[in-house]
């Protein structure tokens, strides 16, 4: 993989009060307190202060020997997927995680606590048909099997080449195990060094960033009692090396077809108003694509990239991997080689969206040979550059997962909607009732003309909600489907 796992983020969490890398001499690295000045996405820092400060009493930079250290470092290495079901049974309760992520289907702040309703809706109208498309390869998703073969082989390798004992963890994040499972795992085995490793080849918000998000909020809520440190690669960030795979694998494709050669790279899309926003993913899409196609026996024009796997009305990344096939059908392009650039594992997206889907409407167009690069898996190379990159980990200095997350624009809702908005939503606290000079009757008069407020606002996000999950369902807006414009 060209980018190293640009997007890769790389946590280093530490019980001990400094680390020192296998084979790494006598210097060790620690991190005070990240301030909360730091902080650039509302209060995330400030719900995180919390959390990190009985950390900040305790650590200090430091300079020991190996032998000196009073606990003995246990190394883990926790990677982070998207998950998928296992069963058909599954569908429905992966669909309803997937889209409960605000990071995936973000709604307008004041409609956020209606989220699950949507999330709900959708999974059950979507569910039928994602149930017969995971049928149709086998009836569940590979991408815990390829996960966890992953993980096998990076301890395998880190023995191997570092002579390094680690224990690789498997948290997903919308379907079993999650990352709160692999969370407990680690407190259990007493692992007191763990690397984070997002296996997203390029960073967005909406999938390394969700799963961050999911991590820090862990650690805010409490619910891990471990002292956290993080050592973070931001996003965009180029590696020192490069993995063969992609290319190896490209051209030993194209040598099968005969002339008149195209590569398509196919990515994940998401909604562009991501991009908009800030989102580097697309521009680390496009990097990888350039270095991959540098050594390709081809021309510029014979390399093309398109967006799969949009959602809903709103615009996604262009242009859609459904409207380039078709065009190249139509220039007389018969040979296509195609490569699925952000996946590291096969699952729903390669299997069947690309292999099924994607090959019937490219040989409906003309496109008579077709082949599709397999994903990364297992890939030797892949794994010897994750090795390379825990170690790396490992021989850095650490920060607060709370600076990880502000350093790659990950927002944390911690407080209650409520609260967030500015609303006073408790009688008991509000003071408009609780001034000393209204009489009881005039009390009573407030608290009904507040809570009579807050239902119709209630009432009204339902409607708002109710309306834009028809036209999300629809693929049209409620104008339209009435015949009304």
Known sequence: MILRHSSLLLLLLSNTTAF??????????TTSHIPSHKSSTRDMVAASAAADMDMSNRIETTSTDDNNSDTATKVGVLLLNLGGPETGDDVEGFLYNLFADPDIIRLPAPLSPLQS????GISK???PKSRAAYESIGGGSP???????????????LHRKYDLKAKCYVGMRYWHPFTEDALEEIVKDEINA?????????FSISTSGSSLRVLQEEFVSKRVNINLNTRSLRAGSIGRATSPAWPNSSIGNLNVLQEDKHVLFSAHGVPKS???AGDPYQEQIQKCVDAIGEQLPLENDRIHLSYQSR???????????DDVLPDLGQKGIKNLVVVPISFVSEHIETLEEIDIEYREL???NGISNWRRCPALNTDEGFIEDMADLVMDALSEPATTVTEACVANNCEIETQPFDERMGMVTSLETNTAINREDKSNDEKDDVKSMITAELLNGRLAMMGVAGTMLLELLNGKSLLRLFGMM
């Open 20 to 29: 020192a890398p296998p084979g790494g001499g006598g210097t060790t690295f």
């Open 311 to 321: 959602v809903g009305p709103i615009e996604w990344l262009r242009p859609y991997t």
């Open 274 to 276: 991501y991009i908009d």
């Open 143 to 157: 991408i815990l099997k390829y996960s966890n073969a992953q993980a096998r082989l990076i301890e395998e390798t």
């Open 125 to 127: 109208s979507r569910s």
């Open 362 to 364: 490219a040989e409906e």
């Open 194 to 202: 763990l690397v984070i490793v997002p296996l997203y080849p390029q």
């Open 117 to 120: 309703i949507l999330a709900y």
